[in-house]
């Protein structure tokens, strides 16, 4: 009986513990739906064939987070695609002044990685690097090295007043807790602000498993 009790109290732990990773993973924001669907309306008069590759870019993004990220892990091309696909569509709605780098790698390994762990990331760096009448950036470099991801963004760095930050910090505090539960002990991660810019970094090895 003893053991029987042990096995389902460790897979009650098990299915707590993926209910609460469920949880964690970062829900695209609503508001970028939003941004998102007011840009393709805007699109559809300026340009219409932009607008119909946009509308296909949203759809595929949006089926990658209901479908394909709810896998515990996935290739890490997919996600790779993923943040290209997001990044385009931030791309649209930038303002001019904004100089915005990406360097994702081209042709990623299959490598397993946990979805959605950098996009809460990429997420800040749109959303507090850009000012509407300030010269702004945004640097986004992700690689892999043997065996190790490394993601660093960079950006200036304009905060947003307490009511606009809506779930930024929840975002960072979610993504810690993810990744103490899927990588303890194989990661890095800092962060912060260095004068006008905002520094982070997140490094994880992923040949351990």
Known sequence: GWYRAEAARRQLEHSRTQAELQNLKSQLNPHFLFNTLNNIYSLIQLDADRAQQVVH??????????????????????????????????????????RLFVSLPENPSPSPVAPLLFISLVENAFKHGVSNDRPSFIDIDIREEEGVLACRIENSFFPKSEADRSGSGIGLANLCRRLEMIYPGRYEMKYGQHGDTYETLLRINLTDR
């Open 57 to 98: 870019d949203l759809s595929r993004l949006l089926r990658y987070v209901l479908y394909d990220s709810s896998q515990p892990f996935v290739p890490l091309g997919a996600e790779i695609g993923f943040l290209r696909d997001y990044i385009e569509l931030m791309r649209i709605r930038l303002p001019r002044h904004v």
